[in-house]
């Protein structure tokens, strides 16, 4: 069993950044892919960004590709997704997955995911 638990979420003006956060419990950490998603209300939930184990390759939607960054520290055992330039329509509850998939093409499917975090709001607002 893994929880996630994400924090970093706020408002902030359009422009702006933001560095969201998921520490995750359990000793594999650096076993797992991990993703982020995101849900604006009245919305499904959609790929954000996914970082995969060992190497390490990302893969980014690409309506924040160039503006956000995802990245972990294995140490730590919590992923990052550093969030600049925001627009209004990155509002959204952000959530952070963990798959136990060894394989899988970009990672950028819920399916791929088997443990997700509670959430956290980012709104962009001027």
């Known amino acids: 069993q893994v929880r996630l638990v994400e924090s970093g979420g706020g408002s902030v003006q359009p422009g702006g950044s933001l560095r969201l956060a998921c520490a995750a419990s359990g000793r594999t950490f650096s076993s797992y892919s991990m993703g982020w998603f995101r849900q604006a209300p009245g919305k499904e939930r959609d790929f954000v960004a996914s970082?995969?184990?060992?190497?390490?390759?990302?893969y980014y939607a690409d309506s924040v590709q160039g503006r956000f960054t995802i990245s972990r520290d294995n140490a730590k055992n919590a992923v990052y997704l550093q969030m600049n330039s925001l627009k209004p329509e990155d509002t959204a509850v952000y959530y952070c997955?963990?798959?136990?998939?060894?394989?899988?093409?970009?990672?950028?499917?819920?399916?791929?995911?088997?443990?997700w975090g509670q959430g956290t709001q980012v709104t962009v607002s001027s």
């Open positions: 997955a963990a798959s136990t998939k060894l394989l899988a093409t970009n990672y950028d499917r819920s399916y791929d995911y088997t443990y």
């Open positions: 970082l995969r184990w060992g190497g390490g390759r990302t």
